[in-house]
């Protein structure tokens, strides 16, 4: 009797810890995540495969990944689910969007997140350029995920046609020049550069006022210097590849058709995201090269792309959740992967020390263009009321590009919009 009461008791134990294990094994974490795309290709599937990977590693935590549109969509879908009632957890997006998402309240530090030492030190193992746009008032808000710098993609072919050194792209303002003026060619089929003016002109301009040796706004995203004189002689410069200097089109050049004008020959030269790389490896039938973009004053080229924010509206478990998302996203391994899938850059030094990513390199040099010219990069335009204090440049520069102001008349009534926009956060 005593056996058989022993026997049910271990019986009724196990079943009990069968159960708990059971319940553990169907209580999922569920996580809403939005991303963008804003280079165009199979990024999507790219997102899908890690994502998928990481439930593997992860059963007890679902992740519903949605594609967004661009970067704006991406904003926009995100916070309106947040204002819906129905909000996601975490979303990339630019990240210049810093500080209108901790203007609405709407994310949460990372700070306020992480707890162990190892935590800890993740938030500081990103290249410390990529984080001037995740950072501020002490806190870390964003984590680098998509980012890049504008490189200078270069068709060798028509370099060699024009009697070119396929080998030495130009390396300064008027290297650029001279040598659009060898690549143009006078029926029109073919320009020396082109430098995107619509989608993201601020992004771009960005390059060129830097590479002049005037950044375009303040760490504390409070100020602008749209009318110094360095940005006015940057966009006349822009205005003059043009209208003066015949080596690109007149007027404003269109960012989502400039990646298939330079596959298709029409220019020898394109400034483009990094983004765009592992797409122009596989689609080129001819002779590419990627070089940093060429220097007047210095070299420069703002970073871009999109971070990692995580959304006030979520519990603690789906907090920690989140985290483990996005460690798993942005650790050596997977940001390698990432790289070499879409051209760009891994977000952590960690990345590049991987075999298959020393690999990838080594075959192809090109891939590590963006990740060294961090060494002359700057935040990218990021404020207060970012989105009419963009527009407000991005409306200037094409009112300069097509002639319907001048740069310097621009660029003043820009600065004039911006310091109204931001006087009351100073």
Known sequence: MLKILR??????????????????????????????????????????????????E??????????????????????????????????????IDIYELIEQDAIVAFDDIVNTAEDKAWLDSFYPTLMQNGRTAGKTWGIPFQRSTIVMYYNKDAFR???????????????????????????????????????????????????????????????????????????????????EHKVMPQGTVEWGTLRQNFLEGKTAIMWHSTGNLTIVKKNANFDFGVAMLPANKRRGTPTGGGNFYVFKKTSPEERQATLKLVKFMTGPERAAEWSMKTGYMGVTPAAYETQKLQQYVEGFPYAAVARDQLEFATAELSTYETGRVRKALDDAIQAALTDAKTPEAALKEAQSTADRLLRAYR
């Open 7 to 56: 026997k049910m008791i271990t019986r009724i134990t196990v079943a009990a810890f069968a159960g708990v294990f059971a319940i553990g094994a169907h209580a999922n974490t569920e996580l809403t995540m939005y991303y963008p795309v804003a280079v165009g290709g199979p990024l999507t599937k790219v997102v899908d495969g890690i994502v998928a990977d990481f439930m593997k």
């Open 58 to 95: 992860n059963p007890d935590i679902k992740v519903n990944a949605i594609y967004a549109g661009n970067y704006n969509d991406a904003r926009i879908k995100a916070l309106a689910a947040l204002k819906s009632g129905e909000p996601a957890q975490l979303s990339v997006m630019f990240s």
């Open 161 to 243: 046609e024009a009697g070119l050194d396929p080998e030495k792209p130009p390396a300064t303002w008027d290297e650029l020049v001279a040598a659009g003026k060898k690549l143009t060619k006078a029926d029109g089929s073919q320009w020396g550069v082109m430098i995107p003016s619509t989608g993201y002109p601020y992004w771009m301009f960005g390059a060129l006022t830097m590479q002049n040796d005037q950044v375009l706004m303040n760490g504390a995203g409070d100020t602008t210097y749209f009318d110094a004189p360095g940005t006015v002689s940057a966009l006349e410069f822009w205005k003059d590849l043009g209208s």
